[in-house]
């Protein structure tokens, strides 16, 4: 299996990512609504207790939804796949002393460290979308930490707003690809994708 064909069935399998992106942002909009009206405890709680079930809620989703929840042995990103999922859980330890110096940098801090998690998909997917998910996740975190730390929950909104829009533009990709009618150029509605298949 080529790189185009692991990406392509990548982009297949998880719908361009979108029962991953659509739980996460159900976390981070919940976490976000009691950081707004609960308090700081439950919200940080909620995140991190919940996005351990990140995978396997996706993994039902799919199932549910009857399509496969894996990609196939010969697929050369599972290996990367698994990786990927390790980096945020381990580089949240991160956040324990961001938090204790100044708790309002906790979900600025996060998106930063969500940002940096999300750019690998790039390749595991081969979808640009993941750089500019990243890019804004980072971005949106560090002007947050700088000038909007007023409010401890604003990054959790702004975050799990963003993780819903790319799962439904995740989504549109992958199906548009799927219902394309296959040529002899690979096509991608992607711009990142695409090239002559021999």
């Known amino acids: 299996m080529d790189i185009q064909d692991a990406q392509r069935e990548s982009r297949s399998v998880y719908i361009g990512g979108f029962w991953g992106q659509l739980v996460s942002s159900v976390i981070w909009l919940a976490s976000a609504a009691l950081g707004t009206w609960g308090s700081p405890k439950a919200s940080i709680l909620t995140i991190v207790m919940a996005g351990f079930f990140i995978f396997p809620l996706t993994q039902l989703m799919l199932r549910l939804s009857g399509r496969r929840a894996s990609l196939s042995r010969e697929n050369p990103f599972n290996n990367l796949g698994m990786q990927v999922a390790f980096v945020l859980p381990f580089s949240m330890l991160l956040l324990v002393?961001?938090?204790?110096?100044?708790?309002n940098w906790f979900f600025p801090a996060l998106m930063v460290l969500l940002g940096a998690h999300y750019l690998p998909f790039?390749?595991?997917?081969?979808?640009?979308?993941?750089?500019?998910?990243?890019?804004?996740?980072?971005?949106?975190?560090?002007?947050?930490?700088?000038?909007?730390?007023?409010?401890?929950?604003?990054?959790?909104?702004?975050?799990?707003?963003?993780?819903?829009?790319?799962?439904?533009?995740?989504?549109a990709i992958a199906v548009g690809e799927a219902s394309a009618p296959s040529t002899h150029y690979y096509s991608s509605p992607d711009s990142s994708l695409g090239g002559k298949r021999d």
């Open 97 to 103: 002393p961001v938090g204790l110096y100044n708790l």
């Open 122 to 171: 790039a390749t595991l997917y081969g979808m640009r979308m993941f750089l500019f998910l990243a890019g804004i996740l980072i971005a949106a975190g560090v002007l947050i930490a700088h000038y909007f730390s007023g409010t401890f929950s604003l990054g959790a909104w702004v975050a799990g707003l963003a993780l819903f829009v790319f799962a439904w533009i995740g989504r």
